[in-house]
C-alpha cells in the first residue's frame, strides 16, 4: 500500500524523525514523507516511531492511499522535492 506520514513533533525530535522515516520513504515536504510499504514494514516504522515520539505532545498523521493506479497528486507552488515513482 501506499502511504503518506505527516508529523508534528518536538524540535529536539524533528531530525531524528526525519532520519528515521528517510530510511523508508521519500521525503517530500517539511514534516511529509511519502511511499510504499508491506504491512510488516508499515508495523515495524510504527513500532521505530512509537519508540522515538513523546507520547503526550508529538503527533504523526498516517494516511493509507490505497492501489496505485488510482492514485493522483495535484501541487499548487513550487515542488520540494520529486518522487517519480508516485504514479
Known amino acids: 500500500?501506499?502511504?503518506?506520514?505527516?508529523?508534528?513533533?518536538?524540535?529536539?525530535?524533528v531530525s531524528k524523525i526525519n532520519k528515521y522515516l528517510s530510511k523508508y520513504l521519500f521525503w517530500i515536504q517539511n514534516s511529509v514523507f511519502e511511499g510504499?510499504?508491506?504491512?510488516?514494514?508499515?508495523?515495524?516504522?510504527?513500532?521505530?516511531?512509537k519508540k522515538r515520539i513523546n507520547k503526550e505532545s508529538d503527533s504523526i498523521i498516517i494516511f493509507k492511499l490505497g492501489e496505485?493506479?488510482?492514485?493522483?497528486?495535484?501541487?499548487?507552488?513550487?515542488?520540494?522535492?520529486?518522487?517519480?515513482?508516485?504514479i
Not at 37 to 42: A, S
Not at 73 to 79: L, P, T
Open 1 to 13: 500500500m501506499y502511504y503518506i506520514f505527516v508529523y508534528d513533533v518536538g524540535q529536539k525530535r
Open 36 to 49: 510504499e510499504l508491506t504491512e510488516g514494514t508499515l508495523a515495524e516504522v510504527i513500532a521505530g516511531l
Open 68 to 86: 496505485r493506479n488510482y492514485r493522483s497528486k495535484q501541487i499548487v507552488g513550487i515542488e520540494k522535492r520529486a518522487v517519480d515513482n508516485f
